[in-house]
């Protein structure tokens, strides 16, 4: 009986075919990083003008949280008052500085000089726009303290922002940016429509490509209440600290009566050397208590808003 042979297919047409098969793949793999690096180069520059964008945003809110705690009235301290907008034509050596004035809730490019800061501009190589409340403007009367509240919306609802800064973004159909409406935040923001409007709408019917950013009057509560602190200790302990410390509270400086402060204050005397001083923001729980003893003062930091 003859046993039948059986045919095996030679290993090199194996590794041949095993090759090619490598080779489709690698094609595939390599077609698909090809399309993909297209499609990335091709949202390269939007993502660059998203992230400047985002950027002249961040650095203007440090700016403006920075002005609140540090601002001054000639020698007088105001902390939590902001500067007015800017409505400066353009080419005016004044630009980026703010209106020494401005009615409520007004709006104008961000005074990016009197913050200190650089030209800021977004993606589309636009300056900021900037709304104020008017609890926090630079006005005469105006009073900042832990209860003012803002008066800005966002969509009709939710929180009330003490500002808002605007990236305006490319022109839309029917936005007209020449130096006749420099300063028409029509021609540039498309979520308002007086100047004196305090909600901006975020859905309007028409196109909308403003980016914003915020900032709520808890944050600036958060920056000037440590200012106002410092600056009651230094009343406390000018000349020098007081022996014995009195049973209640010594005069202070009139600013901070002046801007509602002192019904925030609670005083303690602890001993003849030592007393405490806290400070409740409005609504909240006690957020600090600085004590007071000879030769040292500290600061106890016992909840937060």
């Known amino acids: 009986m003859t046993t039948p042979k059986t045919t095996t297919r030679p290993r090199s047409s ?4 095993g090759a090619a098969l490598l080779i489709a793949m690698l094609l595939v793999v390599l077609g698909l990083v090809a399309l993909l690096t297209l499609r990335g180069g091709h949202k390269a520059p939007e993502l660059e003008a998203e992230r400047k964008t985002a950027l002249a945003l961040a650095q203007a809110k440090e700016a403006l949280l920075g ?3 540090s601002n001054q009235s000639g020698s007088i301290p105001r902390p939590g008052v902001l500067p007015c907008p800017d409505t400066h034509a353009q080419g005016d050596p004044n630009e980026g500085i703010a209106n020494t004035s401005c009615l409520a809730n007004a709006i104008g490019r961000l005074p990016w000089r009197t913050l200190g800061l650089p030209d800021l501009r977004d993606g589309a190589n636009e300056r900021l726009w900037y709304k104020l409340s008017g609890n926090f403007r630079n006005t005469s009367g105006v ?18 922002f003490a500002v808002i800064v605007f990236a305006p973004g490319a022109p839309l159909s029917g936005q007209v940016r020449d130096s006749a409406h420099f300063n028409d935040f029509l021609a540039y923001l498309e979520g308002f429509v007086a100047a004196s ?22 944050e600036i509560k958060n920056w000037i209440t440590p200012r106002v602190a410092a600056e009651l200790r230094d009343a406390l302990d000018a000349p020098t600290p ?4 009195p049973d209640t509270l010594p005069t202070l400086p009139t600013w901070i009566d002046n801007n509602g ?3 925030l204050i609670a005083y303690r005397k602890v001993s003849d050397t030592s007393a405490e001083l806290d400070f409740s923001v409005g609504g909240c729980a006690t957020v600090y208590t ?5 030769g040292a003062t500290g600061l106890k930091r016992l ?3």
Not at 145 to 160: H, V
Not at 197 to 218: C, H
Not at 242 to 245: D, E, N, S, V
Not at 290 to 294: G, I, L, M, P, Q
């Open 14 to 17: 194996q590794r041949q075919r």
């Open 67 to 69: 002005r609140a705690a």
């Open 143 to 160: 009073k900042v303290n832990t209860s003012t509240n803002g008066t800005l919306m966002i969509g009709g609802a939710g929180p009330t």
């Open 197 to 218: 409007d305090t909600n901006f709408n975020n859905t309007p019917a028409q196109p909308i490509n403003d980016r914003f950013m915020t900032v709520l009057p808890v």
């Open 242 to 245: 007081p022996t014995p410390y």
């Open 261 to 263: 402060w002192t019904p």
């Open 290 to 294: 600085y004590v007071f003893s000879a």
């Open 303 to 305: 909840g937060k808003c």
